[in-house]
Each structure stands twice: as C-alpha cells, then as structure tokens.
C-alpha cells in the first residue's frame, strides 16, 4: 500500500482546512490509519487515528473538539477535517497505516507511511 497525502495549504487562524490522503492497493480497509503531524524543531506527534470500520477514533488533546479523521474504504481515502485553525497547528501533516484492531498513537507503531502536506496558519 502505498499513501498519498494531500489539501494542506496556507490559511488564516479561525480558519479551515481538509487533508486527503488516497491509498494505492487492496488493503486500505484493513488498517487502522492515522494522521501525525511535525513542526520544524519539534518531534512528530500523534493528532488522531480511526479503526477499519464503525468509525471508532481516538484523538491527541490538542485536536479534541477540532479535528474529525474519517475514511472511505470505498475510495481508499482517509480524511482530516480541520476547524479554528491555530498558529500552534502549523506542522508538516503525514497520514500513517499499521495492521491490527488496537488503535495506537506512537509513530513506530505505524509501518506505512505517506509524504507530508504542509500546514500553515497565520496568525
């Protein structure tokens, strides 16, 4: 499987963005999938992540109430709709897949892994 993140862009606080990341092959419905994310200097951190199906998702404290992960197994496309936007999201957004039922929030726990899509929030 192969991932392809994409819909980061330049957008004001308050504001809104949705990120895409489309998956190649046959096996998207079978991982849990997650969306990480780095500002330069810092380290990567979990943001959210969903199960295969039923829509069970976990979600980092600071995208509570903000942020909805979603996917299509039809479309092999997972979603990150982003609300009031802050400066403190400005990060490099990667969309991740690992095997299994139990949802994680470490990067290694992850063993696919799609290029970035930059964020930037201004302020």
């Known amino acids: 499987v192969q991932l392809q993140a994409s819909g980061g862009g330049l957008v004001q606080a308050g504001g809104s963005l949705r990120l895409s990341c489309v998956a190649s092959?046959?096996?998207?419905?079978?991982?849990?999938m997650a969306w990480f994310r780095q500002a330069p200097g810092k380290e990567r951190e979990f943001v959210a992540a969903?199960?295969?199906?039923?829509?069970?998702?976990q979600y980092a404290d600071s995208a509570k109430g903000r942020f909805t992960i979603s996917r299509d197994n039809a479309k092999n496309t997972l979603y990150l709709q982003m609300n009031s936007l802050t400066s403190e999201d400005t990060a490099v957004y990667s969309c991740?897949?690992?095997?299994?039922?139990?949802?994680?929030?470490?990067?290694?726990?992850?063993?696919?892994w799609g290029q970035g899509t930059q964020v930037t929030v201004s302020s």
């Open positions: 991740a897949g690992r095997e299994g039922s139990l949802l994680k929030t470490t990067p290694t726990e992850y063993i696919i």
């Open positions: 092959g046959r096996t998207f419905s079978s991982l849990i």
């Open positions: 969903i199960r295969q199906s039923r829509g069970v998702t």
